[in-house]
C-alpha cells in the first residue's frame, strides 16, 4: 500500500521558518516525481513546488519563489519543503503528492496544516 | 498566473447527470499538452484523482466518471449521480508557463 505521510506543521510566527517532510513508502519513490500543494482553510488548491525523481529540475509558484526550497532524498524516500519568511497566506494544509507522468498527481498525503500567525 | 475558472457551484438528483467545466487559456487547457485532471475532495480529506491527461480513469475510479476538452475548456461529467459523489471538485492543467500546475477555484456538487 502507497502512504505519504506529511509532518513537520504547526503554529509559527510570521517571518519565521519551517520544515515539512513527506515520508513514502509503498512505492519506488526515486521514480516519481514529486509536487508539494497547498490549501487555505476553506479555499481551493494551490500548487506549490515541483522537484523531479532526480532532483535536475525544480520549479516553485509565483507567491513561494525565493522563500521556498523544495527538495528530496530517494536513498531515505522523503521529500522536503523548506519554507522560510513565513506570511500569514502561507497558512494552509500542505499536501504532497506523487507524479507520475502526464498529469497523473495519483498519491497524496493526508496534509500537514501549516499556521502562520502572530 | 491566475486560477482555472469553475463554476461555484453544481447540482443534480440521484441518476441524473451533470457536467463541471473548467476554462483556462491557450498556455494551459487549450495548449498542445492534453494533461487536464480531475480531483475529487470530501471535507477532511485528501484530493483523489478521477480523470487524468483529459479522458483517462485511474484503475478503481468508477466510470460514471468522464473528461473532455474542447478549446480552452475541459469538462468533468458525472453520470448515474450518486449521494457519495456529493463533493468538492477540482480541475488542473499543465502550464507552458515558468511554473508547473494550475487549479481550479473548484466546484461544489450537492446531490439533492
Known amino acids: 500500500e502507497v502512504q505519504l505521510v506529511e509532518s513537520g506543521g504547526g503554529l509559527v510566527q510570521p517571518g519565521r521558518s519551517l520544515r515539512l517532510s513527506c515520508a513514502a513508502s509503498g512505492l519506488t519513490f526515486r521514480t516519481y516525481s514529486m509536487n508539494w500543494v497547498r490549501q487555505a482553510p476553506g479555499k481551493g488548491l494551490e500548487w506549490v513546488s515541483y522537484?523531479?525523481?532526480?532532483?535536475?529540475?525544480?520549479k516553485y509558484a509565483d507567491s513561494v519563489k525565493g522563500r521556498f526550497t523544495v527538495s528530496r532524498d530517494n536513498a531515505k524516500t522523503s521529500l522536503y519543503l523548506q519554507m522560510n519568511s513565513l506570511r500569514d497566506e502561507d497558512t494552509a494544509v500542505y499536501y504532497c503528492?506523487?507524479?507520475?507522468?502526464?498529469?497523473?498527481?495519483?498519491?497524496w498525503g493526508q496534509g500537514t496544516l501549516v499556521t502562520v500567525s502572530s | 498566473q491566475s486560477a482555472l475558472t469553475q463554476p461555484a457551484s453544481v447540482s443534480g438528483s440521484p441518476g441524473q447527470s451533470i457536467t463541471i467545466s473548467c476554462t483556462g487559456t491557450s498556455s494551459d487547457v487549450g495548449g498542445g499538452y492534453n494533461y487536464v485532471s480531475w480531483y475529487q475532495q470530501h471535507p477532511g480529506k485528501a484530493p483523489k484523482i478521477m480523470i487524468y491527461?483529459?479522458?483517462n480513469r485511474p484503475s478503481g475510479v468508477s466510470n460514471r466518471f468522464s473528461g473532455s476538452k474542447s478549446g480552452n475548456t475541459a469538462s468533468l461529467t458525472i453520470s448515474g449521480l450518486q449521494a457519495e459523489d456529493e463533493a468538492d471538485y477540482f480541475c488542473s492543467s499543465y502550464t507552458s508557463t515558468s511554473t508547473r500546475w494550475l487549479f481550479g477555484g473548484g466546484t461544489k456538487l450537492t446531490v439533492l
Open positions: 491527461d483529459v479522458t
Open positions: 503528492a506523487t507524479e507520475a507522468g502526464g498529469s497523473l498527481l495519483e498519491y
Open positions: 522537484i523531479s525523481s532526480s532532483s535536475s529540475s525544480i
